[in-house]
Nanobody
Framework: QVQLVESGGGLVQAGGSLRLSCAAS????????MGWFRQTPGADREFVAA????????YYADSVQGRFTISRDKGKNTVYLQMNSLKPDDTAIYYC???????????????????WGQGTQVTVSS
């Protein structure tokens, strides 16, 4: 079993930056992938970014490409989401996720991910 704990959310003005962290515990995450999703009230959970744990290959939603950067620290079993040039539309609860499978064909679907964090609120004011 894997437990995921997010941190780093908060309130920021448009154009500002935040860095989210997600620490994995319970077992050493040695393969598969980790990612970030976000959700606003009444909407489906939306894919933001993912990274393969072993190779560090990254994937992004079009809406955040060039503004957000996902990275991982194997030694700390932690994944990060650096968010720059934030917009009010980025306001959401951000969830960390982990998946034992390396498949990327379905990675944008939240249903295929094995583990989830509790979420952290990000609010961007205009």
């Amino acid at each position: 079993q894997v437990q995921l704990v997010e941190s780093g959310g908060g309130l920021v003005q448009a154009g500002g930056s935040l860095r989210l962290s997600c620490a994995a515990s319970g077992r050493t995450f040695s393969s598969g992938k980790m990612g970030w999703f976000r959700q606003t009230p009444g909407a489906d959970r939306e894919f933001v970014a993912a990274i393969t744990w072993r190779g560090g290959i990254t994937y992004y939603a079009d809406s955040v490409q060039g503004r957000f950067t996902i990275s991982r620290d194997k030694g700390k079993n932690t994944v990060y989401l650096q968010m720059n040039s934030l917009k009010p539309d980025d306001t959401a609860i951000y969830y960390c996720a982990a998946d034992n499978d390396l498949s990327i064909a379905t990675m944008k679907s939240p249903t295929v991910w094995d583990y989830w964090g509790q979420g952290t609120q990000v609010t961007v004011s205009s």
